[in-house]
């Protein structure tokens, strides 16, 4: 037995009539699986006496959201959950897990060693741990296959996918769907007498070797050579072994030490980040009424965020600047939501509910009844100004306005508005509605209510929120800036722009950063360095080569030419971008110096590390953490490394200060030293 002081959490009520026991498990919010949870069960358990059957329900909204993810870094106590499900297969009644609300990670375990499920339609079923750096460790890798096949068990194991109740019960996961009251329901399944039925008895039904094949090929795709996925697949794929307690055991082994892993710890300090970011320190006002949302500006992010709050289930309002250019806007989110509802990921019904849900409008008065209007317009101050004052001369007090800007100072651009206190920033990503990433950027201006106002919008949303202070670039594109430019001093100093994506991408990154200036565009970036020619310091280091590739028509992929050729989908290593680095190496007097591909990762990290801390000083982050929770969502940093702040907190300050080191002396005049050692002094403790 593990002994150990860690806190407890929860409490488990029994109640016995007419022959049948209810376990309540009561550990608000969410219900997590804590020690005093586990111990509560099997200590009610055991006051189980003569009884016809029992039912496990969880107190408030939910079953149980998942095991206690605090208690995880440290050696777990008796008893473990394992023992949990063990008292319940060794109980001589029938055990119901009657399912309201999530059941996920270990609660969807324990309701797996129980003898039925019974589920309301809506409810949430899945086993994320592998999205937690882990495998399910009690036993979920062995009896879930039992149920739904070892090909499903893996798309839903390796996905971290979450069910409906609906759907859990037509692949055979849930036995039945409540209607109405889940206690209800699962008294009335016990009013006939029950036999037990025990999942780990029960065979693996046969699955066809092609439909296993796709569905490890699909985990390893998506797993991209995580260790815990690999695992997660090779248990699985041994719960057709014939002997459950030896496949049991080896679950656990791997479980208990990929728990500890470093995947698993930055995936749990990212989980808890997140959480964190949602929150603002000393923020009490009540956020403002969110329902009808209006939209001005119907391009690429407009579109996005429509399509973002119509699938939210919010009534839009979409406002352009003429016909022509509305019906296109209209007509786009007609057929990216055709293609959707295509794909299967949106039901026919769905479609015809959120198209009724949009209206466009060229009339701004249209907006009016509208409690929150978001502006995705031309990023100039000379459009977004008048228009805000529009939209402030129209709206009812009440009312919100968000501006979407990437780069412009909202400050400047409230500061002659009458209401800007109700105005704050909704920086969203590209595509809005796929992207997960929102930052809510707090003006001098913006009240507190109209601040809960956004981040209410972020969970009606189901996005990540992460709160800014005005800043060019606020959090992420600033410290994507600093990134960006770090790798492009790199080409210049020597390395090849495929080189540097490809040591980004060993390192874990989805993409390199050229690869994705290419997918972006380069045109943008160009415009505002053109915009910042007459004020940037001719001292500072600048690099031409992507004014060079602007000039010479490389915008991209969208010219089918940028830092890469694309000949076809896949980019190429293009020799006409090999000249235009060769010629301003040449007039820079650069020698091209040779670097390996761990000098590129150290030197890209470590420019995002100090911007982070410039930023972090400035108050433009709340913490640290949030920095993490921007760069991961927003970036593409790989979430087992934690984000940029948790990779460097785990480095050794000499490693740092050398890198530090370097990065001064790559930028040159103009670098600002952030104070990075105490920044991650606060990740450490
Ligand atoms: P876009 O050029 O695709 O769309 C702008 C739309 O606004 C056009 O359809 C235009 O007709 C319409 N518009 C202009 N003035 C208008 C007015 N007075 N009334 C009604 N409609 C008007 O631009 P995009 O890319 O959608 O960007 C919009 C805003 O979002 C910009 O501020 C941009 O910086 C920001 N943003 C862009 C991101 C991106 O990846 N494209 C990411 C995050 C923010």
């Known amino acids: 037995m593990n002994t150990h002081s860690a806190p407890s959490h929860g409490t488990v009520h029994l109640h016995i009539e007419d022959g049948i026991a209810v376990l309540t498990i009561d550990n608000p919010p969410v219900n997590a699986g804590s020690h005093a949870i586990r111990q509560g069960v099997i200590e009610a358990l055991n006051h189980c006496v003569q009884i016809r059957g029992a039912i496990l329900i969880g107190a408030g909204r939910s079953f149980i959201a998942g095991s206690d993810l605090r208690e995880f870094g440290a050696p777990l106590m008796w008893p473990e959950l394992p023992d949990v499900i063990a008292a319940c297969e060794a109980a001589p009644f029938p055990i119901i897990a009657a399912i309201h609300g999530v059941a996920l990670g270990g609660g969807l375990e324990l309701a797996l060693g129980c003898d039925y499920r019974i589920a309301t339609r809506d409810a949430a079923l899945g086993l994320p741990e592998v999205s937690l750096g882990m495998v399910p460790g009690a036993g979920g890798t062995q009896r879930l296959p039992r149920l739904i096949g070892r090909a499903a068990a893996i798309d839903m194991i390796c996905g971290s996918v979450r069910i409906s109740g609906e759907d859990a019960q037509a692949i ?4 039945h769907l409540a209607q109405g009251d889940v206690l209800a329901a699962a008294r009335a399944f016990l009013s006939q007498p029950k036999a037990k039925r025990i999942v780990a008895d029960l065979a693996v039904p046969p699955t066809g070797e092609a439909t296993l094949d796709a569905s490890v090929s699909k985990a390893m795709k998506k797993g991209r050579g995580r260790p815990n996925v690999a695992e997660a697949i090779r248990l699985v794929m041994a719960a057709a072994e014939p002997d459950f307690a030896v496949a049991l055991a080896d679950e ?15 995936l749990r300090h990212l989980f808890f980040s997140e959480r964190r970011a949602g929150t603002v320190d000393g923020l009490t006002a009540a956020p403002r009424p969110i329902g009808a949302i209006g939209v001005v500006g119907g391009g690429t992010m407009g579109q996005g965020i429509a399509r973002a709050c119509l699938a939210a289930g919010l009534p839009v309002t979409l406002l ?12 786009a989110i007609d057929a990216t939501l055709q293609d959707k509802c295509y794909r299967g990921r949106l039901s026919p019904a769905g479609m015809v509910q959120q198209l009724r849900a949009l209206t466009g409008t060229v009339q701004m008065a249209d907006l009016g009844a509208c409690d929150l209007v978001i502006e995705a317009v031309f990023e100039e101050m000379s459009v977004k100004v008048p228009l805000l004052t529009q939209l402030d001369a129209l709206l009812p007090a009440q009312a919100v306005i968000g501006t979407n800007t990437s780069y412009l100072d909202i400050d400047v651009m409230l500061a002659d508005l009458p209401g800007r206190s109700r105005v704050l920033g909704l920086h969203f990503f590209s595509p809005a509605d796929v992207m997960r990433l929102l930052e809510i950027v707090r003006a001098k201006a913006t ?9 209410r919008l972020a969970k009606y949303l189901s996005k990540q929120p992460v709160v800014a202070r005005v800043s060019e670039g606020f959090i992420g594109n600033r410290i994507y800036a600093a990134y960006r430019r770090r790798a492009e001093l790199l080409v210049l100093e020597g390395a090849a722009p495929q080189d540097v994506d490809a040591a980004m991408v060993a390192f ?11 997918m972006s565009g380069l045109d943008i970036a160009w415009a505002m360095r053109k915009r910042q020619a007459t004020t940037r310091d001719p001292d500072t280091r600048y690099v031409t080569i992507p004014d060079d590739l602007c000039e010479a028509g490389r915008l991209g992929r969208k010219t089918r030419a940028g830092w890469y050729d694309y000949p076809a989908q896949t980019p190429v290593p293009s020799v006409q971008v090999d000249g235009i680095i060769h010629r301003a190496r040449k007039a820079t007097h650069v020698v091209p110096q040779v670097f390996d591909a761990t000098t590129m990762q150290r030197q890209l990290l470590i420019a995002m590390v100090n911007e982070a801390a410039c930023l972090l000083a400035e108050n433009v982050a709340q913490r640290p953490s949030d ?6 969502n927003g970036y593409g940093f790989p979430r ?25 002396c790559a930028i040159g005049h103009g670098y600002i030293p952030g104070p990075v050692f105490e920044t991650l002094s606060k990740m450490r403790t």
């Open 320 to 331: 352009e600047r003429d016909p022509d250019a509305l019906q296109r806007s209209l007509a």
């Open 508 to 518: 874990g990154f989805a993409m390199g950063p050229f690869a994705v200036a290419d």
């Open 172 to 175: 055979g996961l849930v036995d």
């Open 252 to 266: 656990r082994a791997v479980f208990q030490r990929l728990r500890l892993s470093d995947d698993a710890i930055a």
């Open 627 to 632: 920095v993490d929770v921007a760069i991961a």
């Open 640 to 664: 087992w490394k934690g984000g940029p702040l948790w990779w460097a907190a785990q480095q050794t300050d000499a490693d740092i200060t050398a890198d530090l080191t370097a990065l001064k």
């Open 447 to 455: 009240s507190d209510d109209v601040l809960a106002t956004g981040l």
